[in-house]
């Protein structure tokens, strides 16, 4: 049987200043078990993902072994390494790991996710690969429902922006493992900071195309957030790991 050649980067080395609380918010807690943990556990029980690198600050990485991994059995195709100084430096890191592993990789696939949107599931997962495979590379996205506005550094509304093709971008974004590594080679040669990793591949001239979402699938920023997460938990339970 062929190995799958499937990597997932989750990308957990930010200090979580938002969050407005002493601990990292990717180690605060949803439901009694810390979000990195839930995030993690949703690729370590996909049989579509072959490893998980775990991008975690330098100083966490014992921590992270001790209390967000290991008491929750997530010991298997886990590696963790040391993240750098802004996320595109730790996905890079991550990125660099995967291509120094004994692997074809012309055929090697990436998912790159946030560890603080442990609300993924397994379709979306599904769903990059296959797209991937199809267009090379993808996002999940969900349609814009608000109105948009551009305001002016006043705060004064300068024009109303049409929402027609106008999508909210998520993670794990999707890519072949050569052509995201060169992208990212190609951005730290020019200096170019991306919002996100597919910003990157697009400024190497890369095409990416976007996959259904989830509105579920949000990213844990702010007590807002934190409070909207443990209301998905207590409202659907046994949806969500």
């Given amino acids: 049987m062929t190995q799958i050649n499937h990597f997932a980067i989750i990308v957990a080395a930010g200090k979580g200043l938002r969050m407005g609380s002493d601990t990292k918010k990717q180690y605060l807690l949803l439901h009694a078990i810390p979000i990195l943990t839930r995030t993690v556990r949703v690729f370590h029980y996909s049989e579509d993902i072959r490893e998980i690198i775990l991008v975690v600050p330098e100083d966490d990485m014992e921590y992270c072994r001790l209390k967000i991994l ?3 059995g997530l010991i298997d195709k886990i590696h963790l390494i040391a993240g750098g100084n802004q996320r595109q430096d730790s996905v890079f890191n ?3 790991y995967i291509h120094n592993l004994s692997i074809s ?3 090697a696939i990436v998912l790159i996710h946030d560890g603080v949107r442990p609300f993924v599931n397994q379709e ?6 296959k797209e991937v ?3 090379g590379a993808c996002v999940p996205a969900i349609r814009i429902s608000d109105t ?3 305001v002016q550094p006043d705060l004064s509304i300068h024009k109303t922006i049409s929402r027609e093709n106008l999508y909210l971008i998520q993670t794990p974004q999707c890519f072949y493992l050569q052509p995201i590594i060169e992208a990212f080679q190609n951005a730290a040669k020019t200096s170019f900071v991306g919002s996100d990793d597919a ?5 190497s001239g890369g095409k990416v195309h976007i996959i259904k979402g989830s509105k579920f699938n949000i990213k844990i920023t702010t007590p807002e957030d934190l409070s909207l997460g443990e209301l998905y938990l207590s409202k659907l339970q046994g949806y969500f790991y």
Avoid: A, Q
């Fill in 133 to 135: 495979v199809r267009s």
């Fill in 94 to 96: 991550g990125l660099k």
């Fill in 105 to 107: 990789e012309n055929d």
């Fill in 124 to 129: 979306i997962i599904r769903d990059c690969i």
């Fill in 148 to 150: 948009v506005k551009h």
């Fill in 199 to 203: 910003s990157i591949l697009e400024h």
């Fill in 70 to 72: 290991e008491p929750y």
